[in-house]
């Protein structure tokens, strides 16, 4: 038996071992899990962590690292902010997909049009349909105090069957012999988000997945506002009594995610995704969230963390085509992730102390 | 377009059958959140016993072992939420998104080599002549038992909840935790039953949906069945018999808009399949607007972990 | 006078990490006997009734009722020997009915519409009806400390422990609750009764055991010492009353009129016509019992509440559809009750905390950016004047004992040097030489100037440093009037006498 002694402080060690003990705990219980799987856990696990920066296809991986990570940190940078106010936008996915709809819809309505002006026009619609897609739970509940989470994780499925409608209606490439799927827009010179340099994964998404970072630390670091989203998920009487307007700043943090995640959306579609399909989605809305956790809410933890993940799909990837690792246990091993940091996290704020026998 | 073809008596009996996951979800949930707890993770629990309900049914080739199953499969997951959130005083909203991932990811690698097997069918309850009583028989007497069996639990969930100690107890523990353990409850324990409870009977929802309502299993089966429960709750503003009223008008309009595709509507398919969420958003709205004595039901400390200090 | 003894404590120690919350307690309660435990705020007192009721565990030493060894390892332990409790805290649920109250504290209760019966039935013998159907939320203060009592009555204890019963109630409402606890005590039951407040001890009580910082200093009979020898034996030192400069008030800094707010919470009270004036240099009191509308009047003039335009006004100027950063700007400064979660962020350091409340008149923050070395120095700068014992600034709040964050909470806003200072129960919880350290601070701050307002619900602090009072009932503000020359009785008609005590306003139960 044991029990909880709560902290006088918040210990700072484990503040930033915790990440690093659930890592370890994940990989061991994933490697049992892959055992199970009748794979070698060694073997999966050295393909997951090791091969994708070290090993013999690295150069290409490495790049795609760049890729999967950039959304995701991206997306939860935003999401990040909310949390740390206790506002609860879990929707990113559906902020996601919209973003890509209106800033890809904004392209495909000029072309073939090429000019300079066209891209920066469809990054800035590709924001404003996340944050629109995010106003609405954010209205709904500074106007009538409905739960944020479960409205903008509805809206998530109603942005699934949009775009459902907008691959095999609307936005169906007209040329596209009636397969479903926009306009490829690596073919629009004026409207595509290629990579930098080739194979380096580095894109526009990248850029502003860093960007966005800097920013979100400089926020929560030195600002008065950052102070106000702290306290607000703190103590929210007290910010109340500090002076923060509930309502604004809901809107604010549900509007700043939604835009965030409409921007990677945005750069995904028009980037490595290269068109709206059906399922160019790939539940990165939904990663994040662990992402976000996994960094501590912290912009620089995020950073770190959106790497991590990129790693197991990455290396999930790899393990499933050369190991024949099903492509679930990745999800599961995410997933584990995610309950060993929620259950190691308890050592920040409180001590563990053994009972033995014996002992009053 | 060609509204004749629904039959008002088959629409009401097949929403019934449809309304049978959330509702058995939803009612779990109501228990869970009456203690205080706020689980996320129903969804995540439903496509845990959908799987390990399909499992056992077609390994054991009874449906009514699968549905244990089921219910085991989410009363396990549960278990996980208990112990991070009761134990580790994790954060309860995390913590239930976390259950949800991991249980979308879990119930597909379980269910690999699942794909395109029937389940044994789950039979119809038979009350002889009465099923062939025009009108009534179809609607009251022609389901399987678990039509039947999350009817009783509402009563039961409603019985103990009003009436019995137990019941008192649940919900002095939703009101405040503080105080009930001032009196010298352990409020933990009686969370991790509630947990447990609301656990088991997502599962068993959801194994309906694999077992009943679809029936095979497909990855991801649940599609969202289980934060429409979690949205019933709020509907119902934590009232048992609510509940019931609630997954019978999402049953309705899931069949209706059904219905309504088959028939070949004007409306375009996409925007009836979109409907029973925007549905869901227009009655929260409405739920939560509602403001005074109607929000006492809801539980004082849900969401908020209980640590006792001294 | 010998009794026989019904508890007896020998040896009885606690240790929390860093706390040595009760060393080596010895002493004993007589059958019928009335005992008061007395002692200041951290001195032990909770710790040691918590091992007596089973919720905690000594770590050493022994207990024994009626001569047999005593240790209940739960509450219903406690209870099947005969000991009962009414907690100051923390035991009702607002939002469950009096008789569903009543059953969650007993072990085997009686179906509910024989609970119904017998809750009437008790209640009205001791004097303190109550209607087993309400809502417990509905109840005053008084009342809901009835449902307590009734609770425990019901189960007929052996011994009766009462946690700072009166705090909540007003002069006429502590006689009633005295004459029901003569009532029982003649009847045989014994009464541990725990209270810093000497007058009520004197009156009440038997025998005495006093505690200090977790051991017994000593143990008399009441009524043969003076409220200022108890007070001694209890703080261990002599304390200064407050002083100040005798100074005329200037003109009138902070007017409300007019003001009607409802209430946020289902429970709460709604403001009434709330109108009151107070003058630069002047202490206007507040009092009332909880829940008659202190929190709500606090929201309003924070600014957590907005009002219409004219409802508050400082030197003229209407500031009632502001925030709390405008009217700070404009000279008002306030101090919540509730210290951990409201005043201060508790996970937060003192630094941040700083931050919290003095950003706009200290000037911490530059074009939103925060001047953390600056904002660094003003805490520390409300540390060292205050007197805050801490390791430092970049401890967390929480860390801090209550006294020693209710110093910074106060120092923080006083050093704001603000025009008007609104404070609401500001010694609550804390100990002796804290509460006088506070009290003085308030006095100075008006002596420079200051227009202040202290909402209180102890009288005895009111008396002290208020040159006004006023009343705060059902959410309506009393005239004030002068505090020189008020006596109690006349205080507690302000205070709206017995709250819901209609019923029991027969000649047979007024023992004032």
Sequence with gaps: MFILEKRPTPSRFWLYATPVVAVLLTMIAGGLLFALLGTNPFAVIKTIFWDPI????????????????????????????????????????????????????????VYPTESRLIYPVMVIAGALGGWAWAMIPAILKTKFNTNEILVSLMLVYVAQTILAKASTGFLRNPEGAGFPGSRNFSSYKAASNPEFFAGSGLHWGGIAALVAAGLAYVLLQRHIVGFQIKLTGQAPRAAKFHGVSPNRLVMLCMGLSGALAGLAGLFEVTGPAGQISIDFNVGYGFTAIIVAFLGRLNPIGIVLAGFLMALTYVGGEMAATNMGLPAAAIQVFQGMLLFFLLGVDVLTNYRIRLLFRGTR | MDFGSINPVILIASLMVAAVPIMLAAVGELVVEKSGVLNLGVEGMMVMGAICGFITAVETGSPFLGFLGGAAGGAGLSLVFALLTQVFLANQVATGLALTLFGLGLSALMGQGYNGIKPPLTPDVPFGPLAQIPALGPILFAHDWVVYFSVAVIAVTWWVLKATRLGLIIRAVGESHDAAHALGYKVNRIRLGCITFGGAMAGMGGAYVSLVRVPQWVDGITAGAGWIALAIVVFASWRPWRVLIGAYLFGGITVLQLNLQAAGSAIPVEYLSMSPYLITIIVLVIMSSGKGRAALNAPAVLGQNFHAAR | MARDVLLALEGISKTYPGVKANDDVTFSIGAGEVHALLGENGAGKSTLVKMIYGLVRPDDGRMTLRSAAYAPAKPSEARAAGVAMVFQHFSLFDALNVAENVALGMDNPPPMRELAGRIREVSEGYGLPLDPSRLVGDLSAGERQRVEIIRCLLQDPKLLIMDEPTSVLTPQEVAILFGTLRQLAAEGTSILYISHKLEEIRALCDAATILRRGKVVGTCTPAEKSARELAEMMVGMTLKSPEREAAEPGPVALKVMGLSLASPSAFGTSLKNIGFEVRQGEVLGIGGVAGNGQDELMLALSGEMRAPRDAVQIHGRGIGDTGPNERRKGGLCTAPEERLGHAAAPD???????????????????????????????????????????????????????????????????????????????????????????????????????????????????????????????????????????????????LGGAHGMHEAEGPAHVHS
């Design chain 3, 348 to 494: 937060m350091s003192l630094t941040e905390n700083a931050l919290l409340s003095a950003g706009v008149r200290r000037v911490l923050t530059r074009k939103g950016f925060i001047d953390w070395p600056k904002t660094r120095a003003y805490a520390e700068a409300v540390v060292s004047t205050f007197d805050v014992r801490t390791p430092g600034v970049g401890t967390a709040a929480r860390a801090l004992s209550g006294g020693n964050l209710q110093k910074f909470v106060l120092g923080r806003e006083i050093m704001q040097e603000p025009e008007v200072i609104i404070v609401n129960q500001p010694t609550w919880g804390v100990d002796a030489a804290a509460a006088a350290f506070i009290r003085q601070a308030l006095l100075d701050r008006a002596s420079k100037g200051a227009a202040v307002v202290v909402i209180s619900q102890d009288i005895d602090e009111i008396m002290e440093i208020a040159d006004r009072f006023a009343a705060l009932n059902e959410g309506r503000l009393s005239a004030p009037v002068p505090t020189k020359g008020l006596t109690i009785d006349r205080i507690g008609l302000m």
């Design chain 1, 54 to 109: 070290f090993g013999e296809f690295a150069f290409y991986l490495r790049g795609q690292l760049l890729v999967k990570a950039g959304p995701l940190i991206l997306i939860a940078i935003g999401l990040s902010l909310g949390f740390r106010a206790g506002i609860w936008n879990i929707g990113a996915e559906g902020q996601y997909i919209m973003g890509a709809i209106v800033g890809a819809g904004v392209g495909l309505a």
